[in-house]
Nanobody, 128 residues
Framework: QVQLVESGGGLVQAGGSLRLSCAAS????????MGWFRQAPGKEREFAAAISWSGSSTYYADSVKGRFTISRDNTKNTVYLQMNSLKPEDTAVYFC?????????????????????WGQGTQVTVSS
């Protein structure tokens, strides 16, 4: 059974920073791509950032580009989301997602239905 466990969420003032982590466990992955999504109250889940298996390719939603950075440590089966210059509109539950296997070390995925496994989510609240 695959488990994705997010951490690092919390309450922060506008302009502040948070770093989310997502650790994968439960099986040995031959290759996997990962992504972060978020869901604000009353809204649909939306894509935020994605990273390839190699880590060399990343992609961001326009709403977070230039402020968020996704990275990964394959030795720890962990993906990170560094969030800077946070805004009240970034308030949401943040979910990490994993797709495995992948057939390109440089491919990334931005659609939720591409992913096979999901974490339980971590709340990020940005106060104005």
């Amino acid at each position: 059974q695959v488990q994705l466990v997010e951490s690092g969420g919390g309450l922060v003032q506008a302009g502040g920073s948070l770093r989310l982590s997502c650790a994968a466990s439960g099986r040995t992955f031959s290759s996997y791509a990962m992504g972060w999504f978020r869901q604000a109250p009353g809204k649909e889940r939306e894509f935020a950032a994605a990273i390839s298996w190699s880590g060399s390719s990343t992609y961001y939603a326009d709403s977070v580009k230039g402020r968020f950075t996704i990275s990964r440590d394959n030795t720890k089966n962990t993906v990170y989301l560094q969030m800077n210059s946070l805004k009240p509109e970034d308030t949401a539950v943040y979910f990490c997602a994993l797709k495995s296997p992948v057939y390109s070390s440089n491919g990334y995925f931005i659609r939720s239905y591409d992913y096979d496994y999901w974490g339980q989510g971590t709340q990020v609240t940005v106060s104005s």
